[in-house]
């Protein structure tokens, strides 16, 4: 157990919808990043946050977005979703330090997202 | 960051030890090296992480050349459960506000 929780573990939805998954940091970590898995594209860096603030952005579309809130919970909101926004997303985080890119990075179970 | 090349697969049988070998030409003086693992379905793990000669810990051993150029995972006496996919990862502690670039990685299938 990684001490990184992740709601809900799966999803399913259709397309066109939005959907919001929640991830909670380990206590006392301060970054929390989000990573989407499918089979042909691997895993990919999404956002990072750090403290609440965006630290950084990766492969994002516009059609997603994330916050991380001041009890530094993190959520990603998926909107008008296509049928290749089917995959597993990860959040992970790191700290308490500053977010540095090799900190060890704890990552969740994963929700895993199917859009029909 | 650097770039890192390491095999797709690898197979092994159960008490063996596996080097899994990542090549990182481009490595920067301030870069660290990093693995970890991930198991189907589940998020990546922390297996370790060092910047020059040879770190162990109770997982596995980092083996790194005086040039950096490359680096090498060592699995001792692995077993079934060891099967997954491990990465190679490059970058610098302080590299702030820069995501895990995670590569394709090597899949380990062991068998017994």
């Known amino acids: 157990d990684s001490g990184v929780t992740q709601t809900p573990k799966h999803l399913i939805t259709a397309t066109g919808q939005r959907v919001t998954l929640r991830c909670s940091p380990r206590?006392?970590?301060?970054?929390v990043y989000w990573y989407q898995q499918s089979l042909d594209q691997g895993l990919q860096f999404l956002i990072q946050?750090?403290?609440?603030?965006?630290?950084a952005k990766g492969n994002i579309l516009e059609r997603f977005s994330a916050q991380q809130f001041p009890d530094l919970h993190s959520e990603l909101n998926l909107s008008s979703l296509e049928l290749g926004d089917s995959a597993l997303y990860f959040c992970?985080?790191?700290?308490?330090?500053?977010?540095?890119?090799?900190?060890?990075?704890?990552f969740g179970p994963g929700t895993r997202l199917l859009v029909l | 960051l650097a770039k890192t090349t390491q095999p797709i697969s690898m197979d092994s049988y159960e008490g063996q030890e596996v080097n899994i070998t990542c090549s990182h030409n481009?490595?920067?003086?301030?870069?660290?090296i990093t693995w970890y693992q991930q198991f189907p379905s589940q998020g990546p793990r922390f297996i370790i992480q060092?910047?020059?000669t040879k770190v162990t810990n109770e997982v596995a051993s980092l083996f790194i050349p005086a040039d950096r150029k490359s680096s090498t995972l060592s699995l001792p006496r692995v077993s079934l459960s060891d099967t997954a996919v491990y990465y190679c990862?490059?970058?610098?502690?302080?590299?702030?506000?820069?995501?895990?670039?995670f590569g394709k990685g090597t899949t380990l299938s062991v068998s017994s």
């Open positions: 990862l490059v970058g610098a502690l302080n590299q702030a506000g820069t995501a895990l670039i």
């Open positions: 206590s006392g970590d301060l970054s």
């Open positions: 992970a985080s790191s700290g308490p330090l500053a977010g540095f890119s090799q900190e060890t990075q704890y």
């Open positions: 060092g910047y020059k």
């Open positions: 481009n490595i920067a003086t301030n870069d660290y």
């Open positions: 946050y750090y403290n609440g603030e965006e630290r």
